[in-house]
């Protein structure tokens, strides 16, 4: 039998042992599929509005209802409650009933009509960091409005003109400019990385289950050719699945996608196999159809925050920093952002795609020795 | 009483016996979860993230532009790299990822300020890099905002108004933001804090899943269950085989907890102790979530790949970091029914809000109510489940 009759015939032997395999197919096929959906699901909305907030108004004028009134006016936050009395906020704070307020002080009115200084005090829950910046936004531009209203007031009757005192009040601005994510949406943020973690996680497990069957059953020994012919067929469904993520679910939840498809398909081809690889071999070590699944599961949390698109990776330790590329999701998820999301030549991702190769070759080639043919 | 306790012991003895003979199953309730909390804490150890590169596009060049170039570099959030001459430059470094943001100068910038126009600065950042990006943008913000304060302090001053009138005159209503709760907004305290029991809590539905789902793999479920199950019977030989994972769970998550709020020299104004409570509530409840999963399908393997489902994306379903409040109806429902929702809630209210105990005392009477009448009634599927031999064994 020739070498690539039997890479063949191991090709489809494995593609038919997963189709006939309830649980493996479930993890490799459907679960891919399932979580394309539900990941991105609490975050359907993208944005943070309309953060139930209280004002509390200690000054009872005009102007502090003027506040009010521009607070509510705000789409980062809805007043909930208008009071007098500053305990009553806290409590629905710890509630949960709101999750910031602000306090107008006492004599808020004639402090600005005196020219003394006048501080609103706003508190915001610092626990819920897109809580607390849709707080803080909302306070501080109702308030900075009404602000710089009162203060171009003031410049006008100075003897200033409007558009003066507009410029003279605030003389620099900064613009801000979102660049690859321009809704700054935090689904779009968020998924586009996770689906490559989606993808390594169930591969990783699938593989895993299924090679550690066959380290029960013997068929764990094999020679090089049946062992690439398999690799290849989990390499099959992993594609599929890539495939599956950049074309469709990308375009159906309407993420960022489409920088550099060519490249997205470069990367597949590098990504896919690194993590078959590093699945058949964990999958061994396990010597366990379900041992894949207990050991797995809860790994997903610290590799997504080792990635570095949450956590900015120059905040981890050095070590860690350099040990986070043993796993295949760091590069992948890089290169992923970059090709997928920010639309990068595939010059930028090399160093990144040839860091996956080198994974595939050192854990394929671990793979082979340990599973090699003992002699009779 | 010996019902229950001769049950009890034995259950407890046998799952004894088979972690002493099984390193792994004994490595994924002890080291193994130890490990991950440490890892967890050593991610965020830095705090809060410092040094973000960034760069400056000056075409300006002006004593202004260069003066808001040091108060960049002096921003200890940021750190500035290199300088642009181009947009196209500046554009390939972003897209590179090798800077998260670019600070760009117009030409005309201090001439116009000079005239007493607005001028402008453009900030590039990285929005897909949410969090970066958005550190990114409160810091530059602060650093033009102090220059823009000190343009206008000298102009009034030069029309003659004094320097004490012009800080009240400027800003004639100032905006005091006081964060409650995690006062420097500090990511150990925030995320670690929260991602430890998300951690804990796929290892306990794992763990509850794994022992029970090994006696029916192995077709041993008589044995630990005895010929004749009653439910008191099997409800004390379920404990007794869950007590090994709770004990050690649960000490694990008491290690890193203490460890990441009093090793840190961190003493929260809530209470340590109710939050502790709370934790073996959710690894309780987690570990007869995985039983009753077991128990309920039959197999070790489905119930495993139910346990992923429920806990491996608890985390993003928790409002911690996207807010229960602004997710759909439907999801945010499904993240009502996740006990992690309701522990992390508890969580945050006492060791970042110090609210009073009344309001969480829903959250940890609904843990152990849950976690009783879950197991209440994993022994009912089990006495199921012992009364069907033909379905054991199954992979």
Same mark, same amino acid.
């Given at each position: 039998?020739?070498?690539?009759?039997?890479?063949?015939? !191991?090709?489809?032997?494995?593609?038919?042992?997963?189709?006939?395999?309830?649980? &493996?197919?479930?993890?490799?096929?459907?679960?891919?599929?399932?979580?394309?959906?539900?990941?991105?699901?609490?975050?359907?909305?993208?944005?943070?509005?309309?953060?139930?907030? @209280?004002?509390?108004?200690?000054?009872?004028?005009?102007?502090?209802?003027?506040?009010?009134?521009?607070?509510?006016?705000?789409?980062?936050?809805?007043?909930?409650?208008?009071?007098?009395?500053?305990?009553?906020?806290? *409590? =629905?704070?710890?509630?949960?009933?709101?999750?910031?307020?602000?306090?107008?002080?006492?004599?808020?009115?004639?402090?600005?009509?005196?020219?003394?200084?006048?501080?609103?005090?706003?508190?915001?829950?610092?626990?819920?960091?897109?809580?607390?910046?849709?707080?803080?936004?909302?306070?501080?531009?109702?308030?900075?409005?009404?602000?710089?209203?009162?203060?171009?007031?003031?410049?006008? =009757?100075?003897?200033?003109?409007?558009?003066?005192?507009? @410029?003279?009040? !605030?003389?620099?601005?900064?613009?801000?400019?979102?660049?690859?994510?321009?809704?700054?949406?935090?689904?779009?943020?968020?998924?586009? @990385?996770?689906?490559?973690?989606?993808?390594?996680?169930?591969?990783?497990?699938?593989?895993?289950?299924?090679?550690?069957?066959?380290?029960?059953?013997?068929?764990?020994?094999?020679?090089?050719?049946?062992?690439?012919?398999?690799?290849?067929?989990?390499?099959?469904?992993?594609?599929?699945?890539?495939?599956?993520?950049?074309?469709?679910?990308?375009?159906?939840?309407?993420?960022?996608?489409?920088?550099?498809?060519?490249?997205?398909?470069?990367?597949?081809?590098?990504? &896919?196999?690194?993590?078959?690889?590093?699945?058949?071999?964990?999958?061994?070590?396990?010597?366990?159809?379900?041992?894949?699944?207990?050991?797995?599961?809860?790994? =997903?949390?610290?590799?997504?925050?080792?990635?570095?698109? !949450?956590?900015? !990776?120059?905040?981890?330790?050095?070590?860690?920093?350099?040990?986070?590329?043993?796993? /295949?999701?760091?590069?992948?998820?890089?290169?992923?952002?970059?090709?997928? *999301?920010?639309?990068? /030549?595939?010059?930028?991702?090399?160093?990144?795609?040839?860091?996956?190769?080198?994974?595939?070759?050192?854990?394929?080639?671990?793979?082979?020795? &340990?599973?090699?043919?003992?002699?009779? | 009483?010996?019902?229950?306790?001769?049950?009890? $012991?034995?259950?407890?003895?046998?799952?004894?016996?088979?972690?002493?003979?099984?390193?792994?199953?004994?490595?994924?309730?002890?080291?193994?979860?130890?490990?991950?909390?440490?890892?967890?804490?050593?991610?965020?150890?830095?705090?809060?993230? #410092?040094?973000?590169?960034?760069?400056?596009?000056?075409?300006?060049?002006?004593?202004?532009?260069?003066?808001?170039?040091?108060?960049?570099?002096?921003?200890?959030?940021?750190?500035?790299?290199?300088?642009?001459?181009?947009?196209?430059?500046?554009?390939?470094?972003?897209?590179?990822?090798?800077?998260?943001?670019?600070?760009?100068?117009?030409?005309?910038?201090?001439?116009?300020?000079?005239?007493?126009?607005?001028?402008?600065?453009?900030?590039?950042?990285?929005?897909?890099?949410?969090?970066?990006?958005?550190?990114?943008?409160?810091? $530059?913000?602060?650093?033009?905002?102090?220059?823009?304060?000190?343009?206008?302090?000298?102009?009034?001053?030069?029309?003659?108004?004094?320097?004490?009138?012009?800080?009240?005159?400027?800003?004639?209503?100032?905006?005091?933001?006081?964060?409650?709760?995690? $006062?420097?907004?500090?990511?150990? #305290?925030?995320? +670690?804090?929260?991602?430890?029991?998300?951690?804990?809590?796929?290892?306990?539905?794992?763990?509850?899943?794994?022992?029970?789902?090994?006696?029916?793999?192995?077709?041993?479920?008589? #044995?630990?269950?005895?010929?004749?199950?009653?439910?008191?019977?099997?409800?004390?030989?379920?404990?007794?085989?869950?007590?090994?994972?709770?004990?050690?769970?649960?000490? $694990?998550?008491?290690?890193?907890?203490?460890?990441?709020?009093?090793?840190?020299?961190?003493?929260?104004?809530?209470?340590?102790?109710?939050?502790?409570?709370?934790?073996?509530?959710?690894? +309780?409840?987690?570990?007869?979530?995985?039983?009753?999963?077991?128990?309920?399908?039959?197999?070790?393997? %489905?119930?495993?790949?139910?346990?992923?489902?429920?806990?491996?994306?608890?985390?993003?379903?928790?409002?911690?970091?996207?807010?229960?409040?602004?997710?759909?109806?439907?999801?945010?429902?499904? +993240?009502?029914?996740?006990?992690?929702?309701?522990?992390?809630?508890?969580?945050?209210?006492?060791?970042?809000?110090?609210?009073?105990?009344?309001?969480?005392?829903?959250?940890?009477?609904?843990?152990?109510?849950? %976690?009783?009448?879950?197991?209440?009634?994993?022994?009912?599927?089990?006495?199921?489940?012992?009364? #069907?031999?033909?379905?054991?064994?199954?992979?």
């Amino acid at each position: 039998m020739g070498t690539l009759d039997k890479l063949w015939r !191991s090709w489809l032997f494995t593609i038919k042992t997963i189709a006939k395999d309830k649980g &493996v197919l479930l993890i490799m096929g459907l679960a891919p599929l399932i979580y394309g959906f539900f990941y991105p699901w609490p975050y359907g909305t993208q944005t943070v509005t309309r953060v139930p907030v @209280a004002v509390v108004d200690l000054d009872h004028s005009n102007l502090s209802r003027q506040i009010a009134r521009y607070v509510q006016a705000s789409p980062r936050v809805e007043v909930r409650l208008i009071t007098g009395d500053e305990h009553a906020a806290q *409590q =629905a704070l710890w509630a949960g009933e709101i999750e910031g307020f602000a306090v107008l002080p006492r004599d808020l009115k004639r402090s600005v009509l005196r020219g003394s200084p006048a501080v609103v005090t706003v508190q915001a829950n610092g626990s819920y960091a897109l809580l607390n910046k849709a707080v803080s936004y909302g306070f501080s531009e109702a308030i900075g409005t009404v602000s710089a209203g009162v203060e171009i007031a003031k410049l006008e =009757a100075a003897g200033q003109g409007k558009l003066q005192a507009q @410029a003279s009040r !605030s003389p620099i601005s900064t613009q801000l400019v979102a660049l690859f994510n321009p809704t700054e949406g935090y689904g779009s943020y968020v998924v586009p @990385a996770v689906a490559l973690l989606i993808l390594q996680q169930t591969l990783l497990m699938g593989v895993g289950m299924l090679v550690g069957l066959w380290c029960e059953t013997g068929q764990n020994r094999a020679d090089a050719s049946t062992w690439l012919g398999r690799l290849l067929a989990f390499c099959t469904v992993g594609w599929a699945n890539g495939l599956l993520y950049f074309g469709w679910i990308y375009w159906l939840q309407d993420f960022p996608r489409g920088g550099n498809p060519g490249g997205a398909l470069v990367l597949l081809a590098c990504y &896919v196999p690194a993590i078959c690889t590093l699945g058949a071999l964990l999958g061994v070590w396990f010597g366990n159809r379900e041992r894949a699944l207990q050991v797995l599961l809860f790994t =997903a949390l610290p590799v997504a925050f080792v990635s570095g698109f !949450s956590w900015p !990776s120059e905040s981890l330790p050095p070590l860690l920093h350099s040990l986070r590329w043993l796993a /295949p999701s760091t590069a992948g998820i890089q290169a992923s952002l970059k090709l997928n *999301q920010m639309g990068a /030549p595939l010059v930028d991702v090399a160093g990144l795609l040839g860091l996956l190769g080198l994974l595939t070759l050192v854990w394929g080639g671990w793979l082979l020795r &340990v599973t090699r043919l003992r002699q009779p | 009483m010996t019902a229950f306790w001769s049950p009890f $012991v034995s259950s407890a003895r046998r799952e004894a016996d088979r972690l002493r003979a099984s390193p792994w199953d004994l490595a994924m309730i002890s080291w193994v979860p130890l490990l991950a909390c440490a890892l967890m804490a050593w991610i965020f150890s830095a705090g809060l993230p #410092q040094q973000l590169p960034i760069g400056l596009m000056d075409q300006d060049h002006s004593a202004l532009s260069r003066q808001l170039g040091r108060f960049l570099a002096a921003t200890p959030g940021l750190k500035l790299v290199t300088s642009y001459d181009d947009t196209a430059q500046a554009t390939q470094a972003l897209r590179r990822t090798e800077v998260y943001g670019v600070v760009s100068i117009p030409a005309d910038f201090s001439r116009q300020i000079k005239l007493g126009q607005a001028a402008q600065v453009t900030l590039l950042h990285n929005a897909q890099l949410g969090t970066h990006s958005g550190l990114i943008q409160r810091d $530059v913000r602060t650093a033009v905002t102090t220059l823009s304060a000190g343009v206008e302090m000298s102009a009034r001053n030069k029309r003659g108004q004094p320097a004490l009138l012009t800080r009240v005159a400027m800003e004639p209503i100032q905006t005091q933001l006081v964060t409650l709760f995690n $006062v420097s907004l500090n990511y150990e #305290q925030f995320l +670690a804090a929260a991602l430890i029991p998300a951690l804990l809590h796929i290892l306990a539905m794992t763990a509850g899943a794994w022992c029970v789902g090994r006696e029916l793999r192995d077709a041993t479920l008589d #044995q630990w269950l005895g010929a004749t199950p009653s439910w008191p019977s099997a409800s004390a030989a379920l404990l007794g085989k869950l007590s090994w994972p709770l004990l050690s769970l649960g000490l $694990v998550g008491t290690a890193s907890l203490v460890g990441i709020t009093w090793g840190t020299g961190w003493f929260p104004s809530g209470s340590l102790a109710w939050v502790l409570l709370g934790l073996w509530g959710l690894l +309780a409840l987690s570990l007869v979530l995985g039983a009753a999963a077991t128990a309920g399908t039959l197999s070790l393997r %489905t119930a495993l790949s139910a346990t992923g489902f429920i806990t491996a994306p608890a985390f993003a379903f928790s409002g911690v970091g996207f807010p229960l409040q602004s997710m759909p109806v439907l999801a945010r429902g499904w +993240a009502e029914l996740l006990p992690y929702t309701h522990y992390i809630r508890l969580q945050m209210e006492q060791l970042q809000m110090a609210a009073p105990l009344r309001y969480t005392a829903g959250s940890m009477t609904g843990l152990w109510v849950a %976690t009783a009448l879950l197991g209440g009634l994993s022994a009912l599927l089990l006495l199921r489940a012992a009364r #069907q031999p033909e379905r054991w064994g199954g992979r």
